[in-house]
């Protein structure tokens, strides 16, 4: 099953939390915003983390 993962840029406030959690996952842009730069970069449980760490709640996992 592949991942789609979405990041909510309006609000994402760049606190750095999903590449503690997914750091192959995801990176920070030049605006300091999440990026997905691998959807398969991490475990599930890693990106699990990642989805529930984020202070505001911007990014949102979907599998087809």
């Given amino acids: 099953m592949a991942r789609h993962i979405t990041i909510d840029r309006d609000l ?3 606190s ?3 590449l503690i959690y ?3 996952t995801f990176d920070l ?3 300091a915003i999440a990026t997905v730069v ?9 990106l699990a983390s990642a989805v ?4 505001t ?7 087809d």
């Fill in 52 to 55: 529930t760490g984020c202070p």
């Fill in 29 to 31: 842009d030049d605006d």
């Fill in 38 to 46: 691998d959807p398969d970069g991490d475990s599930d449980a890693e």
């Fill in 22 to 24: 997914a750091p192959n």
């Fill in 16 to 18: 750095g939390q999903c």
């Fill in 12 to 14: 994402c406030m760049g």
């Fill in 57 to 63: 709640q911007a990014i949102s996992v979907a599998r």
